[in-house]
């Protein structure tokens, strides 16, 4: 399940991408969380 913590990260990289980019910890956390919403939404 995604909780409002894991969508306020998932933006929250997101902003940090488009301004100055993400180390290779932080793109395995984007697309862990991404795949993780995808998953859900795809349940419901």
Known sequence: MITDE???RINE???KQ???GLNFE???EQ???RQ???D???QN
């Open 6 to 8: 894991k969508i306020a």
């Open 40 to 42: 859900t939404v795809r």
């Open 18 to 20: 488009k301004s100055i």
């Open 26 to 28: 932080e793109k395995l």
């Open 36 to 38: 993780e919403y995808i």
């Open 13 to 15: 990289l997101y902003k």
């Open 31 to 33: 697309k862990r969380l």
